[in-house]
C-alpha cells in the first residue's frame, strides 16, 4: 500500500530526518520518500495507518495532510 502526504514546513535536510524518524516509529520497515520542493511525503508499506502517519509528523511540528 502507498500514500502521498502534504507536508508543510520541511526546509531541511534535519526536517526529512525529523519527518522520516516520526514515520519509522509508527510503520518501522515501510519505504519513506520526501519531495520537500513540492511538500509531497510518499511512505510505502504493507499496510499504513494513515492517521496515526498523519498524527506522528504533526507531533514533529509540521503540518500534515491525507
Keep these: 500500500m ?3 502526504f502534504e507536508v508543510t514546513g520541511m ?3 534535519h526536517c526529512e530526518k525529523a519527518v522520516s524518524q516520526a514515520i519509522a ?3 518501522p ?3 519513506v520518500v520526501i519531495d520537500r520542493t513540492h511538500d509531497r ?3 510505502e508499506a504493507p499496510v499504513l495507518d494513515v492517521a496515526a502517519l498523519v498524527q506522528a ?3 514533529e511540528g509540521y503540518e500534515a495532510k491525507a
Design 2 to 4: 502507498q500514500h502521498t
Design 11 to 13: 526546509t531541511c535536510g
Design 25 to 27: 516509529r509508527v510503520q
Design 29 to 31: 520497515g515501510a519505504t
Design 41 to 43: 511525503v510518499t511512505v
Design 57 to 59: 509528523i504533526v507531533q
